[in-house]
């Protein structure tokens, strides 16, 4: 066996299976057996459950198994799972529901994209398949397309389900996101700080069955859960919005080398460099476009709509910040005047009402002409910049 043979073989990933239970005594072995059909190495962390559930486990020979004395939520029972598996020197697991809603032979095609592109976080994309006319409740549907908005809105990345808990997860860039989400939201905040963090996340189609509402056993609680859901969101938006550079882990000591560092992540994560450069050409445009006190706000309605890279689009938006503002101003008013008819200009025997209105209308002018000029002049000169960031990237990993 040559060296490369040896070296493939050592970084070969040992995959695992989590099981999060909370009162699935009903469903709990069958889950496992499906399971283990496909992997041999199975954690299952018993959250506190009441129902039997710890007995059933001391008689399920070959699961590793963690029992919390009381509830303590989802996202805390598949942390404890996420560290038993690197204590047994795993470096992926998949995840998997114990209500008997996921079909444990879709594992298979798991541990393909894990072999395929192991750096990833792979999401089952659930696609519903009815028995007895059984159909998705519209609770589900609701909460995909809520957590697929915002997920899309904090990462630019888009999925067609966000919730569903059939995953496979690679444990050392998971468990270096530092997420403390203790519930379903946890599931919501990890693959938010992922993508933030240069972990791809993608998704997968998986079969979901959903059982009639009388023999459906679920513990989301809809107004609670949705809650921490949202709050989970609502911080990403802001810190994705107001200050880019802290929703990352950010290398660099000065403010230039973190913005180079933003740029350069932004364009490796799932962005083209014509996307890049117009993004950034777009904040700088809006930047001095004469919509002062709303540009945030218009930024973040635009983005969503034509699908732009925000952080970038933050980063040029930065030019109108008050170190630079008045330059703009003094500029825009100049460039107002030249494009003005001059009989517009004369201002001897004016009013101070009447000047005032000739100035603001020079800078609504000159602010027109150069964030048009101003935004066009940064897409080319960007595009070139984006262009070698990407074909660095590219190289690197032929």
């Known amino acids: 066996m040559n060296n490369e043979s040896i070296e493939k073989k050592i970084l ?8 999060p ?14 399971v283990r059909m496909f992997l041999d190495s199975i954690i299952v962390v018993n959250d506190g459950s009441t129902d039997g559930t710890k007995e059933i486990l001391s008689k399920t020979e070959g699961v590793q198994a963690k029992h919390f004395e009381q509830n303590c939520g989802k996202g805390c029972a598949l942390k404890a799972g996420f560290l038993r598996a690197v204590e047994l020197g795993y470096t992926h697991v998949i995840t998997i529901d114990a209500d008997g809603q996921h079909c444990a032979d879709d594992i ?17 994309n659930r696609i519903p398949y009815a028995e007895k006319g059984v159909t998705p409740p519209k609770r589900s549907s609701f909460g995909r397309k809520f957590g697929n908005f915002w997920f899309n809105f904090n990462t630019a990345i888009r999925l067609n389900d966000t919730q569903c808990g059939f995953r496979a997860y690679p444990l050392a860039s998971i468990l270096s996101l530092k997420c403390p989400g203790k519930h379903y939201e946890y599931e919501q905040e990890v693959i938010i700080k992922a993508a933030w963090n240069g972990v791809p996340v993608k998704e997968i189609p998986v079969k979901q069955y959903y059982f009639p509402r009388e023999k459906a056993v679920s513990h989301f609680r809809p107004f609670v859960d949705f809650m921490r859901i949202g709050r989970v969101n609502s911080i990403a938006a802001v810190k994705r919005v107001f200050n880019p550079i802290n929703a990352l882990d950010i290398e660099g000591k000065t403010w230039r080398e973190k913005i180079v560092t933003v740029v350069k992540h932004e364009l490796t994560s799932n962005i083209s460099p014509g996307k890049a450069a117009f993004s950034l050409a777009f904040g700088v445009f809006l930047a ?9 706000l218009t930024l973040m309605v ?3 709509v034509w699908q732009l890279n925000r952080p970038l689009a933050f980063l040029g938006l930065l030019v109108s910040s008050p170190p630079t503002l008045p330059l703009i101003v003094i500029a825009a008013v100049a460039i107002g005047r030249l494009f003005l008819p001059s009989d517009l200009i004369v201002i001897e025997g004016m009013k101070t ?7 603001a209308l020079q800078f609504i002018v000159g602010s027109v002409v150069l964030s048009i000029v101003s935004g066009v002049a940064t897409y080319i000169i960007a595009l070139p910049f984006f262009r070698r960031i990407a074909s660095r990237r590219s190289n690197k990993k032929g």
């Not at 009402?353 to 100035?359: E, L, R, V």
């Open 108 to 124: 298979p095609l798991f541990l393909e994209k894990i072999m395929h592109q192991p750096e990833a976080v792979w999401i089952g």
């Open 288 to 296: 001095i476009f004469p919509i002062h006190g709303i540009q945030i």
């Open 353 to 359: 009402a009447q000047i005032i209105a000739k100035y």
């Open 21 to 34: 239970t909370y009162n699935n005594g009903g469903t709990l072995a069958a889950v496992i057996a499906g």
């Open 302 to 304: 635009v983005s969503v």
């Open 12 to 19: 070969l990933p040992k995959i695992a299976a989590v099981i």
